[in-house]
C-alpha cells in the first residue's frame, strides 16, 4: 500500500498499486480483480477522479512508447501512458501539432480521453475527444477491443470524458493538426467588463484560434481581465527562449493563496500587464502551459490543499451567471491569482459524460478552508444548476449528488457501459459505487 494525492492535495489515501509497463500483460494484471480498481497517470486531476482509497490503481506512466506516426497524414498511435508533453516534442518538428491540449502537458495519452481535456481553442477544434481516432479498451472481465467515431461508436461516447470507468485505455489513435512550427502570434487586450469580455470573445472567434481571458475574481461582478488570443505562426528559424524551471521548495504552514495577498497581487497583475499590451511571438509552451515551468506549484496553498471550482453555464444567461458568482467569491475574500473565463464553442460534447458544452465557463483555485470554502461553493452551485449548468468532473473533488445528476443528463445511458470492477473516489461518491 502507498499514500497517493492527486494535484489538489486535499488527502492522501492509501492504495494498492501495480505499475502497467508491458502491454502484453495489461490484461491480466486488470483482470485479477483482487480488488476494484481505477487506471491512474500523472495524478494531475485536482480531486478524486484519479484516486480509489483503499483499492487498486492501475499505474499507466510504464506504458509510455510511441507504436506508429505518419508524417504525410499526421496520424499517431502511441500507448496511453505517453505524456502530451512528448507527442509534442516529437510531432511539432515535423510540422505537426496536438489540436487541442489542456493547461499543463504534464498529463497522459489516456488521461486526456478519460476527461475529454480542452483547451484554448474550443470554438475552433473542439475537446480532445473530437481528434481520437481508436481506442483500445481492455475491461477487467478480460474483453479487448476497439472503439472509434465509427467502430463501436456507442463504447467510444462512454469512454471518451469516461473518467477511466469504462475499462483500462491501453493505446489511442489520434488525428494531428499541420502547424508551421512552434511559435504563436499573440495578442493581450484589456477589458474592463464582462460586457467588454464577451464582444471581444464573439470578435475574435472567426480571426483567432486560440483565445483565453484572465479576470481578476476580486474586483467584485464588474469582470476586469485581461483578453489573450493567438493564431499559430511562421518565423522560420528560430531559437527557443530558454525559460528556466523553478520549483515552490516546501510546503508552507498556511496558504499563500489568501486575503491579505489577493487583492495586491490582482492589482498590480491588472495594471502591469494592461500597459505591456502588445502583439508578440511567443514559443507554444509559454502560451499553452505557464504553470509548467513553475514544479510543485500546488504546494503554495499551504498543508490542507486546495479545490479547483470550474463550471460552464449557458450562453443564454452566462453573464448574469458569471457576474453573480464573481460577487460572490468577492464578498468571501477568497479565490484565485490565476482565474481563466473563456467561451465554449456552438458544438456538442463528444462523450456522454464530456464537460465542455456552448457557453462560457470560469476557473478558479480556491485554498481549503473547510466549512468556510463549502458554505462558498454551495452558493455557486446554486448559480450553476440555476443557469443549467454543470461542474468539470476532473476538477471536481467535492460536488453534491443531485448537481452533477442534473449537469449530465446522458448520466443514465453511461451506466451501462460501466465496467463493474472499475471504481473511483469520484464514482463512488457521485454514482454510488
Not at 87 to 99: A, D, F, K, S
Not at 219 to 228: A, Q, T, V, W
Not at 308 to 330: F, H, N, T, W
Not at 344 to 353: A, I, S, T
Amino acid at each position: 500500500m502507498r499514500s497517493v494525492s492527486s494535484w489538489g492535495r486535499l488527502s492522501a489515501n492509501q492504495h494498492e498499486a501495480a505499475v502497467l509497463n508491458d502491454p502484453a500483460k495489461v490484461s491480466s494484471i486488470v483482470c485479477e480483480r483482487r480488488k476494484l480498481g481505477i487506471a491512474h497517470g500523472m495524478g494531475r486531476s485536482y480531486g478524486d477522479v484519479c484516486l480509489n482509497p483503499e483499492g487498486m490503481l492501475w499505474v499507466t506512466t510504464g506504458l509510455d512508447h510511441f507504436i506508429a506516426f505518419d508524417e504525410q497524414t499526421g496520424r499517431l498511435i502511441c500507448e496511453a501512458g505517453v505524456l502530451l508533453r512528448d507527442i509534442q516534442r516529437l510531432v511539432i518538428p515535423r510540422g505537426w501539432i496536438l489540436p487541442v491540449t489542456p493547461g499543463t502537458q504534464l498529463v497522459t495519452m489516456g488521461g486526456a480521453i478519460a476527461n475529454d481535456v480542452h483547451g484554448k481553442n474550443h470554438h475552433a477544434l473542439g475537446s480532445f475527444g473530437d481528434h481520437v481516432q481508436r481506442i483500445r479498451l481492455i475491461r477487467t472481465d478480460g474483453e479487448s477491443f476497439d472503439c472509434g467515431p465509427l467502430l463501436r461508436p456507442d463504447w467510444f461516447a462512454a469512454t471518451v470524458g469516461g473518467l477511466g470507468l469504462t475499462g483500462v485505455i491501453a493505446e489511442a489513435e489520434i488525428q494531428l493538426r499541420r502547424v508551421p512550427g512552434p511559435w504563436l502570434d499573440t495578442e493581450t487586450v484589456p477589458y474592463g467588463n464582462l460586457q467588454e469580455f464577451f464582444q471581444l470573445a464573439d470578435n475574435s472567434e472567426a480571426d483567432w484560434q486560440h483565445t483565453v481571458s484572465w479576470i481578476d475574481c476580486i474586483s467584485g461582478g464588474g469582470g476586469r481581465g485581461l483578453f489573450m488570443r493567438a493564431n499559430p505562426i511562421d518565423v522560420g528559424q528560430r531559437s527557443k527562449p530558454r525559460g528556466r524551471k523553478r520549483m515552490m521548495p516546501f510546503v508552507p504552514p498556511v496558504s499563500l493563496v489568501n486575503r491579505f495577498s489577493l487583492r495586491p497581487f490582482n492589482l498590480a497583475y491588472y495594471n502591469i500587464k494592461r500597459w505591456q499590451t502588445a502583439r508578440n511571438i511567443v514559443h507554444y509552451e509559454s502560451f499553452f502551459y505557464p504553470l509548467d515551468n513553475l514544479l510543485e506549484w500546488n504546494r503554495m496553498y499551504g498543508p490542507k490543499g486546495f479545490f479547483q471550482y470550474q463550471s460552464v453555464v449557458p450562453r443564454e444567461g452566462g453573464k448574469d451567471a458569471v457576474q453573480a458568482m464573481l460577487k460572490e467569491i468577492a464578498r468571501s475574500g477568497d479565490g484565485s491569482f490565476l482565474s481563466v473565463l473563456k467561451t465554449f464553442g456552438n458544438r456538442q460534447p463528444v462523450g456522454m459524460l464530456s464537460f465542455p458544452k456552448p457557453g462560457v465557463t470560469l476557473a478558479l483555485d480556491f485554498p481549503n478552508h473547510g466549512e468556510r470554502t463549502h458554505t462558498l461553493f454551495k452558493t455557486l452551485d446554486a448559480i450553476v444548476r440555476e443557469a443549467g449548468g454543470r461542474i468539470y468532473l476532473a476538477k471536481d473533488a467535492r460536488m453534491p449528488r443531485e448537481l452533477f445528476e442534473a449537469g449530465y443528463p446522458r448520466l443514465n445511458e453511461f451506466l451501462k457501459y460501466r465496467d463493474p470492477g472499475i471504481s473511483s473516489g469520484l464514482s463512488r461518491r457521485l454514482m454510488g459505487s
